[in-house]
Each structure stands twice: as structure tokens, then as C-alpha cells.
């Protein structure tokens, strides 16, 4: 049966053939422009996904990558800090070791203390430095320094051992307390005391404040600090005739150091608001954020309360039996135990602010890999810290051989005193120090081994997801080539072809 073609269908066949030799040419020359195999998903679906995925690799390596340089820079930063550190206690042991020998004049003991401050200075600065402008040793709050020169206390009579000491105002020089009277910092009136600013060659008459809680020595207001009940807080009078303070009663030293302001990773702190408020809370547990604790009210023997983790925006409710000096409340993370011995004591309303300190700054560097690039100043340089909302003074830290600000502070004191005996006892724990410092050094070695470990690794993990990307997506160029020119020749013979039958029309013969 014959079939009769229209001139409609010829021309219809003849431009779907000439359109789909052309969108094949098209297509090779757009592979041949972006020299990709794959430009949109339609070309291939299931390489789309696997180029998709190589390349999210490759930004989470760059990523890291990132990360890494960060650390690295921060830790050859701490390493270069602490190594000017450990130059400058090199430089203090030897003056010390000068300052302890018995041929030295009070004079010059004076003079080794001019250097004995310059090094505290250096030491405070160095405790201070930055990486891109961000403080190194103060934790998270690396807008500001980690360390601010302070004055502190020296008393090595044991009998006042339980006391602390807030220092204010400033001197230019250890200012020396003796006691002239026998008695308890918290008598009324408090103990007599003199004292002297120039290492003992004058001396001045000492008041207390009107209260009797602060004593006044000149420009330097010092307030004990004790538990009301410390058996430990008990000073005897000096021989004034008697020029040394072994076995003569009790000596104050009020000398330079560093407190510490940063942030710290101690134990969480519950504060409490009202601040007036007479039921106190501890906490248990480890904590991730802040956690805010609200009483809604008391009855029944029980507790109700709410507590938010987002700072007061929601809440959730709880109850908890109320245990005289002892209740717990369970919040996420751990649990608040408020001290009231009544239930009368706990007022609806009252909040307690859970709050964690957090100052390691951690930088993920590889999958379930994260590496911590800072240090805490006080752990490293020790000086003096007062825990927030503790109602202490500041207390030395790290113990007294690992206290770098201490030491130095304390060199200073035997220095200017001339102290023969202070400067020899000081010495061995000169060392300490410097050991400490080293152990911290290590640490930071060890830190930038493991960066750079992992750099490693990256580089490599890099190389092999590049070279996979590139068998998913780059053409072969020669293949390509010989392609685009069969296609080339494709076209070409349809083009001549439809011209030829277009041309063709019963017209023609008649």
C-alpha cells in the first residue's frame, strides 16, 4: 500500500533532523568552551550528585584548611610568647642568684630590683599578647588583656595563714608592715601597726579605716579577708630594735604582680538575684550554656520552678521536694542545690543564673577533630585571681612554685627590702616556675605536631578528591575533539540532505 507523503512532513523531518544534529554540536561545543563534561544535572544525574559531593568535600577541606592556618598562627604565637617568657626568668635567676650572695650593699640590691620591675613589666606584656588582635591568654574574652598589673600581699607567719588580702591604691616601692601589738585582725579596735616605704629606713604610723576592716598604709589601702570563725588570723608585734623578720613577729610585704581577668575553665559558679538574697545555691554537673533557675513558688513541701536555656526566652517547668539546707533542683546538665533551712527563706521569684566558664576557644580541623588553640593565663602565669561572685579577695594560684607573677612579684619585694635570705629562699621557686612554663611550651609543641599531622593529612585527602572531581567532570579533550568533528560532518550532510529533498516537489515534473 503506498503511502503518501506530504510536503508538510518533509519539512517538519527535515528541521527535528536538523535540530537534533545542531543540539548535539551545541552540546559538544559547550563541553569543548567549559571543558566539562557535566554542566547542568540533566547532562548526567548521577555524576551531578557525585560532583556535588566532591565539591562539598573540598570546601569542608578548604575549611579546615582555614582553620588550621588559625591554629598554627595562634600556637607559634603562644610558643614564641612563652619563649621571650622563659628569657626573661633566665634573666631574674640571675640577678637572684646575684641578690643572694652576702657581698651585695643595699644599694645595689636596689638596683637589681629596678631590673627586677622591668622584667615584671615585660612579663605582664608578654602575658598580654595578641594574634590578629585578639588576646591569646584570657580565654574567650579576647578583646581586652589577660593580665593587669596589681599590688599583693606577702605574710609568711603562718598564724595569719587563713587570711586574704584586697590591695588598692599604688606604690612605686614593697611597702613593709610590721604589727606593734599582739591581738586579732578582727579585734575592735584592730592591732597597731607601722610602716615604711623605703625599706625600712623610715617609718610611718598605720591606720585603720573608721570601720576597722581596712588598713591604711599610706597610698596603700589593704582589707583582711577571712571566715569570721578561722582560728588563723592571729599577729604578734614586732621587736622594733630587731631589723630581721626570722622569729620576730609578723611582716606584711604589699608588692607588685599580675591579676588575672580573663576567663577561666574552674568550677560553675551560681549567681544569685536578688543579690540581697540570704538563700545561697550551688551547682553539680557540667553545663554547656547558661542556665537561668526561677522559683514560682513554694507549698506543699515542694518546689515549683522554671528554668531557661536561652536566656529568659522559654521556660520549662519542674518541681523538686524541699530538703532543709539541701534542696535539689534538676535542670539540664546537672543540678541546683539551694540552701534553706526553711521554706519560709526561699521567696517566689528569686533566680539563680547557672553560668559555666568557658574559656578553651576549640577550632574543628577534621571530621570529629577539633584541637583547643589557647591557654588560660592564670594557669600558665599564675598572679592573682578573684573567682566571680566568690566574695573572696584575690588569691595567688597555681600554687606558689607555678606562680610566674608571684615569684617575680615576691623577687621584688626581697630586693627592695634587702632581704639577703628572701632572695635566697625565692630562688628555688624561680625554678618551679620556669619549669612550668616549659611544661606549657610542650603543650604548645605538641599542639602544632598534631596541626601539622593533620595538615598534612588534608594535603593528601585534597590531591585524591581533586583527581576524583576530575574524572567526574573534565572532558578528554582529543576525544572531545574527534567527537565534535564526526558531529561536525553530521550536520553538515543533514543540512545537504534536507536541501536536496526540500527542493524536490510534484511541481517539478509537471
Known amino acids: 500500500m ?4 506530504s510536503q508538510r512532513q518533509i519539512y517538519s523531518s527535515s528541521v527535528g533532523g536538523m535540530n537534533k544534529t545542531l543540539g548535539e554540536l551545541m552540546k559538544l561545543h559547550e563541553q569543548n568552551t567549559t571543558q566539562k563534561k557535566v554542566n ?13 559531593a566532591a565539591n562539598n568535600t573540598l570546601a569542608a577541606i578548604k575549611q579546615y584548611k582555614d582553620n588550621l592556618d588559625t591554629a598554627k598562627g595562634w600556637l607559634d604565637q603562644t610558643d614564641g610568647a612563652l619563649s621571650l617568657v622563659d628569657t626573661e626568668l633566665i634573666e631574674l635567676k ?42 591569646i591568654f584570657a580565654g574567650h574574652k579576647t578583646d581586652g588583656n589577660a593580665f593587669e598589673s596589681a599590688l599583693a600581699v606577702t605574710c609568711k607567719d603562718p598564724k595569719v595563714s587563713d587570711v586574704q588580702y584586697k590591695v588598692s591604691g599604688g606604690s612605686n616601692s614593697t611597702v613593709i608592715v610590721q604589727f606593734t601589738q599582739n591581738g586579732n585582725l578582727d579585734d575592735v579596735p584592730p592591732p ?5 616605704a623605703d625599706a625600712g629606713e623610715t ?5 585603720w579605716d573608721a570601720g ?15 571566715d569570721p570563725a578561722a582560728a588563723n588570723k592571729t599577729v604578734s608585734a614586732v621587736n622594733t630594735a630587731n631589723p630581721h623578720e626570722a622569729e620576730n613577729g609578723t611582716w606584711m610585704y604589699i608588692r607588685p604582680t599580675a591579676v588575672y581577668i580573663g576567663d577561666t575553665n574552674d568550677a560553675v559558679v551560681a549567681q544569685t538575684y536578688p543579690l540581697g538574697s540570704t538563700v545561697q545555691g550551688s551547682v553539680e554537673g557540667v553545663f554547656s550554656r547558661d542556665v537561668v533557675v526561677r522559683v514560682d513558688n513554694i507549698a506543699g513541701g515542694r518546689i515549683a520552678y522554671s528554668y531557661s536555656m536561652d536566656n529568659g526566652s522559654n521556660w520549662a517547668t519542674s518541681s523538686a521536694p524541699f530538703v532543709p539546707g539541701a534542696s535539689e533542683l534538676a535542670v539540664p546538665g546537672g543540678i541546683l542545690t539551694l540552701n534553706a533551712f526553711t521554706p519560709g527563706a526561699i521567696n517566689s521569684g528569686d533566680e539563680y543564673v547557672i553560668k559555666p566558664y568557658r574559656a578553651d576557644i576549640e577550632l574543628n580541623i577534621g571530621n570529629n577533630a577539633s584541637i583547643v588553640i589557647n591557654n588560660v593565663g592564670k594557669d600558665v602565669f599564675g598572679g592573682i585571681y578573684a573567682a566571680p561572685f566568690s566574695g573572696s579577695g584575690p588569691q595567688a594560684v597555681n600554687g606558689y612554685g607555678k606562680n610566674v607573677f608571684e615569684v617575680c612579684g615576691e623577687a621584688i619585694a626581697y630586693f627592695e627590702s634587702n632581704s639577703q635570705q628572701g632572695c635566697q629562699e ?24 598534631r596541626v601539622e599531622s593533620i595538615e598534612n593529612q588534608l594535603e593528601f585527602l585534597r590531591y585524591d578528591e581533586e583527581g576524583r572531581l576530575s574524572t567526574l567532570e573534565d572532558v578528554d579533550v582529543s576525544e572531545l575533539l574527534s567527537k565534535l568533528s564526526q558531529q561536525q560532518i553530521a550536520y553538515t550532510s543533514v543540512l545537504k540532505s534536507s536541501s536536496m529533498i526540500m527542493q524536490m516537489s510534484l511541481l517539478n515534473f509537471i
Not at 40 to 52: E, F, H, K, M, N
Not at 97 to 116: D, H, I, P, V, W
Not at 212 to 226: D, L, N, R, T, Y
Not at 429 to 448: C, I, N, P, S
Open 426 to 449: 625565692i630562688l628555688e621557686e624561680l625554678g618551679h616556675a620556669m619549669e612550668h612554663v616549659v611544661g606549657y611550651r610542650t603543650k604548645t609543641g605538641a599542639r602544632v605536631n
Open 212 to 226: 576597722g576592716k581596712i588598713m591604711q598604709a599610706g597610698s596603700v589601702h589593704v582589707e583582711p579577708v577571712f
Open 94 to 135: 640571675t640577678i637572684l642568684e646575684q641578690g643572694a650572695t652576702g657581698t651585695l650593699s643595699k644599694e645595689q640590691r636596689q638596683n637589681l630590683a629596678f631590673k627586677a620591675r622591668a622584667i615584671l613589666d615585660q612579663l605582664i606584656a608578654y602575658s598580654n599578647t595578641t594574634f590578629s588582635g585578639r588576646s
Open 203 to 207: 617609718w610611718q604610723t598605720g591606720n
Open 40 to 52: 547542568r544535572p540533566a547532562d548526567d544525574p548521577y555524576g551531578s550528585a557525585q560532583i556535588l
Open 2 to 5: 503506498a503511502v503518501r507523503i
Open 192 to 196: 597597731a601597726f607601722r610602716y615604711s
